[in-house]
């Protein structure tokens, strides 16, 4: 959007008068509100919720994780390859509308968005088909990441995507522990598990009931299995 200048309108008595004050402050309103939104052109997807923009920026899909596609010799992550399928046959090469989520970018200067295609919430779409998994951040959208949360709960329900591999794994049917400030869940034994406050440790007897919950795993677990 081109930068406008903003003239200054001086009444005698040096304050603006009500209609031209209004008007004033509904164009700087909308501004501000639209700043953060914008469409763009989809040239790449990298997996399941990274993709690169026609103008090379890089987006990261808010609020959710896929399996990781394995690089420098490491094997893939179940259903990571599946994960891409989908989000590449939902955007690549279309025209996606990206609303900024949370700080906007994060430490590898992503884009941090929410995503639309056409009337798809691709965020959702992801999760709901059982190729992504909810995942907390607390400076996203409260009303947003519900929405993804009772998404993951249909997903697993109807036995969507990983979720009937996933959830007979056995460490899945053990007992984890939850951190309620982060929303993370960590085995038992695990070092970081051990340094959760009282009044912000819930125990899960289940991994299945952690996601249920809106928790998901600490990534330095490793627990999603590789193909092999």
């Known amino acids: 959007m081109p930068k406008g200048k903003i ?8 304050v603006l008068k009500g209609p031209v004050f209004i008007l ?24 399941g919720d990274t993709f690169i923009l026609s103008n090379n920026k890089h987006v990261r899909i808010a609020g959710i994780d896929t399996p990781e596609i394995g690089r420098d010799g490491k094997a893939d992550q179940y259903y990571a390859q599946q994960a891409k399928s989908m989000l590449n046959k939902l955007i690549l ?5 990206i609303e900024s989520a949370g700080k906007g970018t994060d430490h590898y200067k992503r884009i941090i968005g929410w995503v639309y295609v056409d ?23 409260k009303g947003k990441q519900k929405l993804l949360l009772q998404a993951q709960r249909k997903a697993y329900d109807e036995k969507k995507g990983f979720w009937p591999v996933i959830s007979k794994l056995k460490k899945f049917n053990e007992p984890w522990v939850g951190n309620k400030n982060s929303r993370r869940c960590f085995l038992p034994g ?3 598990a051990k340094k959760i406050s009282r009044k912000n440790k819930v125990n ?6 952690a996601f249920y919950s809106g928790y998901s795993p600490a990534r330095h677990l490793n627990f999603w299995p590789a193909v092999k």
């Open 7 to 14: 003239k200054i309108i001086n009444s005698r008595s040096g």
């Open 190 to 192: 695990d070092k970081y």
């Open 24 to 47: 004033l402050f509904c164009c700087l309103f909308f501004s501000t509100a639209t700043a953060s939104a914008f469409e763009a052109k989809v040239r790449y997807v990298i997996d």
């Open 119 to 141: 009337d798809v919430f691709v965020n959702s779409h992801m999760i709901r088909n059982g190729a992504a998994f909810f995942y907390f951040h607390k400076g996203n959208d």
């Open 93 to 97: 090469g279309k025209r996606v509308r």
């Open 204 to 209: 899960f007897f289940s991994l299945g009931e």
